[in-house]
Nanobody, 119 residues
Framework: QVQLVESGGGLVQPGGSLTLSCAAS????????RGWYRQAPGKQREFLAS???????FYADSVKGRFTIARDNAKNTVTLQMNNLRPEDTAVYYC?????????????WGQGTQVTVSS
């Protein structure tokens, strides 16, 4: 059974940095894409960044230039380096992993980790 476990969340002051990590287990395959999403109270889950199996990153405009996604296929991990954090970045951050089989995408999710940006 595939499991994704996030870590690295916490409380940080505006302008500070955090690095989130997501470890996958239970998969005997390499995911097609790994990504990060977040959900603030009262809002829908929002795409932040994704990275292909080959290492090509994609970012939402809201985090471009501040967040960096990276993956290590050998270690089955993906990280999200977050710089210059703002209060509006406060949310629960979720790790995602996608596997495409016969054109159908299967998504896996972590349980989420809280990030709070506040002075």
């Amino acid at each position: 059974q595939v499991q994704l476990v996030e870590s690295g969340g916490g409380l940080v002051q505006p302008g500070g940095s955090l690095t989130l990590s997501c470890a996958a287990s239970g998969n005997s395959f390499t995911f097609n894409a790994r990504g990060w999403y977040r959900q603030a109270p009262g809002k829908q889950r929002e795409f932040l960044a994704s990275i292909t199996r080959g290492g090509s990153p994609f970012y939402a405009d809201s985090v471009k230039g501040r967040f960096t996604i990276a993956r290590d296929n050998a270690k089955n991990t993906v990280t999200l380096q977050m710089n210059n954090l703002r209060p509006e970045d406060t949310a629960v951050y979720y790790c995602n992993a996608a596997r495409v089989i016969d054109g159908i995408q299967n998504d896996y999710w972590g349980q989420g980790t809280q990030v709070t940006v506040s002075s």
